[in-house]
């Protein structure tokens, strides 16, 4: 995905840890919540280290001569992506759906920092090919790009939902008991290469006027992969 000196866009959503203390304010009251359910806070120590380390590395793997901005999810709709903008994606395969209603032809990918406990179906990167994937250029052996469409409803009030897997319709009941489902953005690798190392690219249409941020549209995402 090298592009000259373009710059990388690097979007996180906050670890369980840090949203459970973000809620009760205090690391020692978000323990103590836990303990009081007979919960053990190491696991979300555990997970939040690694996501760390893995962010880290992926960082790092960025070139010294680009440019990057790291952004939380909850900014997206305040972001101003510009057009030659590459989006490194780096959690959960829940920010891939998120970050795609707000890009406009630029090149993404996902990087999962902790296999152990995230699926890797959308974002399928390990923090260590982060380097291999910001210098491939298209048209180079390794990846290949397919397109996607992003699914949209509109319900008599105005309002519009957005969903790059399926959308579900009824109640939040019945939604509760609905089974999870693996989303279709992506499909196996048949040449058994690491599950991790895919590449994404994310379209939709129409663009956003220039000079203002991007707001939620439905489009056409294209996934690049191996």
């Not at 990057?68 to 829940?94: E, K």
């Not at 399928?124 to 250029?137: D, E, K, Q």
Request: proline share 8%; charged share 25%; aromatic share 8%.
């Amino acid at each position: 995905m090298s592009s000259g000196r373009t710059r990388v866009v690097v979007v996180t959503r906050p670890t369980p840890l840090e949203q459970l203390v973000r809620r009760y304010g205090t690391y020692g009251q978000a323990k103590f919540y836990l303990a009081n359910r007979g919960q053990d806070i190491g696991w979300l120590e555990a997970n939040h280290e690694r996501v760390a380390d893995g962010l880290a590395t992926a960082i790092a793997a960025i070139p010294d001569d680009r440019t990057w901005v790291r952004i939380g999810r909850d900014d997206l709709d305040r972001f101003l992506f510009a057009p030659d903008d590459q989006v490194m994606m780096v959690g959960q395969d829940g920010l891939v759906p998120n970050v795609a209603k707000y890009l406009d032809g630029q090149l993404a990918f996902g990087v999962n920092p902790d296999p152990g406990r995230y699926d890797g179906v959308l974002c399928r990167f390990a923090p260590g090919a982060v380097a291999g994937a910001l210098a491939w250029t298209p048209g180079a052996p390794g990846f290949h790009v397919e397109q996607r469409v992003l699914a949209e409803a509109r319900l008599d009030n105005g309002q519009v939902l957005l969903a790059l897997n399926e959308l579900f319709i009824g109640t939040v009941s019945a939604a509760r008991r609905s089974p999870q489902r693996t989303p279709f953005l992506v499909g196996r690798d048949r040449q058994h290469r690491d599950r991790h190392e895919r590449l994404g690219t994310l379209h939709r249409r129409p663009a956003s006027p220039r000079g203002s941020p991007a707001r939620p549209r439905g489009g056409q995402p294209r996934l690049v992969r191996a």
